[in-house]
């Protein structure tokens, strides 16, 4: 309650509206499995075409697993291509990664001495063969001069140098100061310096150890050699060193950083470390800089960002007389670096998959990661379920079903599509099915067959890439509470098995949703049940639909809590929820020809005891009316004469 002390007119403004609850999204995806390259104890940024994915999680080619004989399709490629192309437009990726004993996985090369004296390595930032695809190129770049014009008998300045930079001195070939004037492409460490004889502000450029260092004067000198002497007008330069950095990936598409500094203690004019090894470092500026930097780039034994351009002229015997030469292109004047030694691990276990949480370092991986994203609607793992019927490799694929229909029972608003095994026969896939019961997953049948793009043959891929993207497109072109059935798939060419009705009679009772051709009408999802035996949760729209409406009033609602609660707060909640289902009501979620048979919304003395006010519960009892799909569509036809009875 406001305080009125003073005598005058008092403005406030107040609300007349309830609070609106707004509905939430139910199309971001998260897929988890293993991948090419990327992350894989990072949080993960959010995928939105297939372009992305490949930049931070690799490309399509096929994966190479030590404990598996023959190279295995990249399922995690196919299932984002089959997501995007189907209508998904949000995707988080958790990428599993289990290595080969002590062997990281990850890519490598070393510029300079070996044994770790005065050496450079470069490692690719995440394990994966993906890693021996990338070429590093280290170019070194010069500056504009930064040194000034002279004007009006003041002296020369410098510009736009800072402490520890690396600076190439280059003047005309017959020098006006003798001996004391730094040779023709000398490079220094810019320092510096305050003079405390002459009280002036100056710098000192750090020669190699053969050389003394020189003090060039910005303000009026003393003594020494003074910056006026090496005029702008004397064609005298002063350039700055420094490096970018490509790395050119399999598909030759380029990422280029440029400007970088290489003396390993150089630092912005606000402080920060900025250095080549700073910028690449293990541990990243930020997770999104993490996310999208492919390389680590470690110092070992070096002293100063002459050690580093000393390295570089080792690894390119001409680049010297490049960096001397105006004319030189950026490729003669760069050194390349090939990784290779990086390999894709063995095939991930359920261990893999169901991850780690460090509580000291917050550090997750697997199934962990997702806990913390907190917009994911549905969850599907392409590809666990490769080679299902293995006598050996099946105790895994079904404990990793168990851990994706467990996380979303635990994180409540998400649903598991799951998939059947590849080259399952109808009993087997029943036999499978029988081990399962919830109602926050749905199982689908056969695999799709699609034409390969790196083998260009047929092949069959796990079909919850595709339905990830048929939810999506169901619910942007038609809405969350309609079925994602009878919807046409169009990345397949086919189907593992063409289904006939008789087999799908057997199927469908039991909530294995099939995959289906019909003649003129293509290749099609028909089925959207759910894997629970409680038939109020049979159907996979009635499912999400109540996710949809209780994450939407979880959210909705936040500003309820800690407030008073009495009448006044029970009817503000009441008229709440009851415009939030009207709407829904109105837009036909709901069945019901009036509000009274659609929905209900109690909160009052008739909900709660005095004990349940007494202990801090407001507790709103909510009832609707969900829409189930039409799955049976029954025309009864008989003949009838004109003056038959009906």
Known sequence: M????????????TSFRTKSIEGVSTTTTGFIGPTRFGPVDLTPDIVTSLGEFEQMYGDRQQLNFSDVGQPMHNYMWHAVRAFFEEGGQRLYIARVFRPVGGDSGQASATMGATGGANSIQVQARFPGAAGNDMQVLFTVCLSQNVLGRQLGGQPANLSSVLENDVVWIGHPASPPLGSSAPTLGDYYIAEPFFDPQTQQQTWLFKSPPTSPPMRFQISPPAGGLDLRNLSFDAGYQVRVVTLTVTVILADDSNIVWSGLPLDPAHKRADGMPDSVFDFFSKGAGSQSQALRLPIVVTPSNIADGLDVLEIL??????????LDNPQSTASQRSVALALAGGDDGQRPSANEYEGTADENTQIKTGLKIFEDIEDISILAAPGATYNFEDPVYQPQAETIINLLIAHAEQLRYRIAVLDSG????????RQMRGRMDSTYGALYYPWIRILDPVT????????????????????????????????????AIGFEFLL??????VLNPEGINCFRFFEGR?????????????????YVNVRRYFIYLERSLDLGTQWAVFE??????????RRTISDFLLNEWQTGALLGDKTEKAFFVKCDRTTMTQDDLDNGRLICLIGVAPLYPAEFVIFRIGQW????QI
Request: no cysteine; charged share 20%.
């Open 522 to 538: 293509g290749f099609r999802l028909w089925g959207a049940r759910t894997i629970s035996s409680d038939p109020e949760w049979k």
């Open 641 to 644: 004469t004109a003056d038959a």
């Open 456 to 491: 260009q043959q047929e092949i069959v891929v796990p079909p919850s890439g595709a339905v990830a993207g048929i939810y999506a497109r169901n619910d942007i072109q038609r809405a969350v509470y309609k079925a994602p059935a009878n919807e046409v798939v169009n990345t």
């Open 422 to 429: 590849d080259g399952q026969a109808v009993a087997d896939v």
């Open 2 to 13: 406001p305080e009125y002390l003073t005598p005058g007119v008092y403005i406030e403004e």
């Open 564 to 573: 008073p609660n009495g009448e006044r707060l029970w009817d503000n909640v």
């Open 313 to 322: 002229f080792t690894q390119n015997s001409g680049l010297r007389n490049f």
């Open 500 to 505: 006939n009705k008789g087999q799908q009679d």
